[in-house]
């Protein structure tokens, strides 16, 4: 059995100094004989110990990697298709070295976040949980005949995505209508955990593949404060499409078309242009914000296509229904393709405003809708087939697994994983053995998901119990910097415990880093699904929970400091949940502002009539004041929406 010690990082420092260090122009094409492999949009240059990403403008850019990390990478990409075992790669990169598993760990993640790769999702690198790590993505000598592009198909390596290919084919068939200049409008439905997450991001990661010309931006719409703020995953969607190099373009199209979206980003323009920006929006109305929106999309799709990806809208907040329906009911050409995601009975019961919207497009055939159905039985086998790596699959276990979770790919994945949990099924050699007649199995039906959540989350340790519940506390979406100090944990020991539960496919994955408008960078993670952040959420005492929200609140509150605005609502719902009713009071006050920035007074009102009632579980001391403020604002609002309305 091989010993390990601490040591390890020697050997970083003293290997090739050839290795990429930032952006440079690609090498001629007299580098790229032989030792050269390329996989997708990389290129990996064995020689000179180069990693090249080919950009959609066609240069190639040098991507920054360590040389252990790079070593790694070529002794993966050199066995591709195959299990490369821990040993394995230790024993061959660290011979003279005794090191422990975690610096591994460290270099395969650093290669992920270069090429882009989800642990959960991997398209490069697939980790084999106590076993070793397997080079998915297809590999081929760069001295073969060049590859070309196969038209959008199921054919991108996700080895635990199944089935669906109806689905994947009607939504590659919207893509040529788009790049001719045709609006695509796609909504994804169905029961929660029915995989419509999973469907966009597979067809996603087919674009980027086969269509790397095109743009994309994904807006995530959030339960409780997202539906709160006026075109939330709007204006997240818009932040991505100005980061980078190529970003400027946009910003400078805002700037001309649409100033009234541009001045909701004060850190894209400096003071003097906000204070111009400011006057020349004077007396704007949101009609006027949502055509400036629909003529900018104009201009930005002009040249490049643009898919845009909207995740969980039984969350959306109305103007972004509104910018839905504007943008469907559009007349001139677009390069533009939306996606939304939502569960239908959520929209039904909350008497949604998308469920209308989504039915009258439906009538004048202006969208189309995707209706995700439950997985099959063979479609469960594939599944199966898939995790043990081979294609055999014990008869009838396929049939149990299917019958007990009715199709739905979440139930399936928890019941597979409850099963091995308790030895009732194992992998071994690549096969599935079945430790337990199948006819003695009794498995939980689909209703009592809960309680396998909750044996899940038994079976962590105290430390990545405790990480959790706070996470679940911050949010289905949380940052490192905002729960670290909460879970008694500094970032650094907070990050390696999200990373753990990554690697090992337990409900949290991870997510683009965050920088804080004080301008602090934190990792961030997110819960694979709804129902874990909610089973651990209502694990924890009132008490308990409140307290969460209030550090929480007061580390955001911090990190935000220097544009509070940015989060007023979700600072509002901490320090509401928390019981700490004027700091609540105060952001309500400072998230109807935003509202009426962006030209919705209706929310503005609805968010200061919810200050309203918190007002009356103060001291009325500390009450009259801001009552007075409150009421007064509320009475501009009115007789402004009044005027507006009959034209006065």
């Known amino acids: 059995m091989r010993s390990y010690s601490l040591a390890g990082s020697q050997g970083d420092i003293s290997a090739s100094a050839r290795v990429a260090r930032g952006i440079e122009k690609s090498p001629s094409p007299a580098t790229k004989r032989r030792k050269v492999k390329e996989f997708y949009s990389f290129r990996l240059d064995t020689v000179n110990q180069c990693l090249w990403r080919r950009k959609d403008t066609g240069d190639d850019e040098r991507v920054r990697l360590t040389p252990k990390a790079f070593a790694v990478l070529c002794y993966l990409v050199d066995r591709a298709g195959r299990l490369v075992m821990q040993d394995e790669l230790l024993n061959a990169l660290w011979s003279d070295t005794f090191v422990q598993p975690e610096v591994l760990k460290s270099h395969i993640l650093d290669i992920r976040k270069a090429l882009g790769d989800r642990p959960k999702d991997p398209q490069f690198i697939e980790t084999l949980p106590r076993r070793g790590y397997q080079f998915i993505a297809p590999v081929r000598d760069a001295s073969a005949p060049p590859f070309t592009a196969p038209r959008l198909a199921v054919d991108l390596p996700s080895r635990k995505f199944v089935g669906r290919s ?60 997202g539906g709160e703020e006026a075109y939330y995953p709007v204006l997240e969607a818009l932040a991505q499409l100005w980061q980078g190099s190529e970003g400027e373009p946009v910003i400078q199209i805002l700037a001309a078309q649409a100033p009234t979206w541009l001045v909701q980003f004060p850190g894209l323009v400096n003071r003097e242009r906000r204070e111009t920006l400011q006057r020349e929006i004077l007396g704007a109305t949101r009609e006027r914000m949502l055509r400036e929106i629909g003529a900018a999309l104009e201009t930005i799709t002009s040249e490049r296509p643009l898919l845009l990806v909207f995740e969980d809208m039984q969350w959306a907040d109305p103007s972004t229904v509104d910018l839905i329906s504007a943008l469907a009911r559009g007349r001139q ?16 019961l909350s008497d949604h405003p998308l469920e209308a919207l989504k ?17 099959g039985e063979a479609e469960v086998a594939e599944y199966l ?28 994945v928890t019941v597979v994983e409850h099963m091995r949990d308790r030895g009732l099924i194992a992998v071994e050699n690549g096969t599935w053995r079945i430790m337990v007649p199948l006819d003695r199995i009794d498995l ?6 809960r309680q396998m959540i909750e044996l899940q989350i038994e079976n962590l340790s105290e430390e990545e119990q405790r990480v959790l519940e706070v996470a679940s506390v911050t949010g289905a979406l949380f940052a490192t910097a905002a729960c670290a100090t909460e879970a008694n944990k500094n970032t650094d020991s907070f990050d390696a415990l999200c990373e753990g539960l990554t690697r090992r496919h337990q409900i949290v994955r991870s997510a683009e880093s965050q920088e804080f408008p004080d301008g602090t960078r934190s990792a961030r993670y997110e819960f ?67 509202a009426g920035d962006r030209f919705e007074p209706r929310q503005a009102a609805d968010i200061l009539e919810n200050a ?15 009552e007075t403020t409150i009421l007064n604002r509320l009475a501009e609002i009115y007789i402004a929406w009044v005027r507006e309305a009959t034209g006065a």
């Not at 390069?335 to 939304?340: A, D």
């Not at 039915?359 to 997985?375: F, G, N, Q, V």
């Not at 898939?386 to 979440?410: C, D, K, Q, W, Y």
Request: charge should be positive.
């Open 166 to 225: 109806t689905e994947i084919d009607e939504l590659c068939n919207c893509l040529p209508r788009t790049l001719g200049n045709q609006r695509q409008i796609v909504f994804i439905t169905g029961e929660a955990g029915i995989g419509k997450t999973a469907l966009a991001d597979k067809f996603q990661r087919q674009v980027r593949l086969d269509a790397p010309g095109v743009r994309i931006a994904r807006g995530q719409c959030v339960e409780g404060y």
């Open 333 to 348: 050409p677009a390069k533009l393709m939306l996606i939304g995601t939502y569960r239908p009975v959520d929209i039904v």
């Open 359 to 375: 039915r009258d497009l439906l009538i004048h055939h202006l969208c189309r809708e995707i209706a995700l159905k439950p997985l």
């Open 385 to 412: 087939a898939t995790e043990s790596g081979g294609p055999a699959v014990p008869e009838g276990l396929a049939g149990l697994i299917f019958r007990h979770t009715e199709g739905n790919p979440l139930f399936m």
């Open 444 to 449: 939980e039906a689909p209703e009592r998901l």
């Open 528 to 594: 694979v699904h709804a129902l874990y952040r909610e089973v651990l959420y209502q694990r924890l005492s009132p008490e308990r929970r409140a307290k969460i929200h209030l550090h929480v609140g007061k580390r955001l509150a911090a990190l935000y400091a220097p544009q509070p605005g940015d989060a007023a609502p979700e600072l509002a719902q901490h320090f509401e949940h928390a019981g700490d009713w004027l700091r609540a009071i105060k952001y309500l006050q400072l998230a109807a502002d935003t």
């Open 612 to 626: 309203l009632g918190l007002l009356k579980k103060l001291p009325y001391g500390e009450r009259a004041k801001q």
